[in-house]
């Protein structure tokens, strides 16, 4: 603009500014080469660096032939959930179809409480419909490790505990952590029961069409984004 001048000083501080804007913007989409790094460190201009997290590709894997696989989780809204609390799971052959799922609500629950009592009302489903030689699959470490080491440290919890462990005797079980990812059948479930809804499903045409889908995907293996 004629009439307005700005200094040496003024103009390298504008220049300095844009490319650190600049270069912040980039990496939000690509990583710097090398040769940009050095020209703004050599700049003297600081720039974020933006770590960039691995990303895992996750699936659902079919039991062994013979075996069925349950997959289970619990959901609490709130925890400890006073505005919910529910469990859902599904039970599939070594083909990847589904034999049964359910929702289920449980009222007022911690995600440990929804957590175990779905693994309690998933192997009540199993024995229902004949399936003793079962692998769970859960999201929760916590639960898992319980299982693992048979022994609950929740005192609260006790009583569903013991049920669990009495008809686990009738059972040959393998037990494994399933990151939620590779556990979106049961999830979807288990938010259908902390929302209210109590059901069981008896096949896969039975389910919910979201859930159907996923269950889907899951048997012909399609992975999920783990970042």
């Not at 005192?155 to 462990?165: K, Q, S």
Request: proline share 3%.
């Amino acid at each position: 603009m004629k009439g307005l001048y700005e200094s040496v000083e003024d103009v390298v501080l504008s220049i300095r500014f844009w490319l650190q804007h600049l270069a912040t913007n980039v990496k939000k989409t690509r990583v710097l080469t090398r040769e940009e790094e050095k020209f703004l460190t050599d700049m003297d201009i600081p720039c974020v660096v933006r770590k960039l997290s691995p990303v895992h590709l996750v699936t659902w894997k079919k039991p062994m032939v013979g075996r069925a696989k349950l997959n289970i989780d619990g959901s609490s809204l709130g925890n400890p959930g006073q505005a919910g609390g529910g469990g859902g799971g599904v039970i599939r052959n070594d083909k990847g179809m589904v034999l049964a799922a359910f929702a289920t609500n449980f009222g007022i629950a911690s995600n440990n409480e929804a957590e175990l009592r779905a693994l309690l009302e998933g192997l009540k489903f199993c024995q229902h419909i004949g399936v003793f030689h079962v692998d769970v699959e859960c999201d929760s470490k916590i639960v898992v490790e319980w299982m693992l080491k048979c022994k609950c440290i929740v005192w609260y919890l006790w009583d569903f505990w013991e049920e669990l462990l009495n008809l686990m005797n009738l059972f040959e079980i393998q037990v494994s952590h399933q990151f939620r990812e590779g556990n979106q059948v049961a999830d979807l479930l288990a938010k259908m029961g902390a929302h209210g809804v109590t059901q069981r499903f008896t096949s896969g045409t039975d389910l919910p069409m979201y859930a159907r889908g996923l269950a889907r995907l899951d048997r012909i293996g399609v992975p999920y984004i783990r970042e």
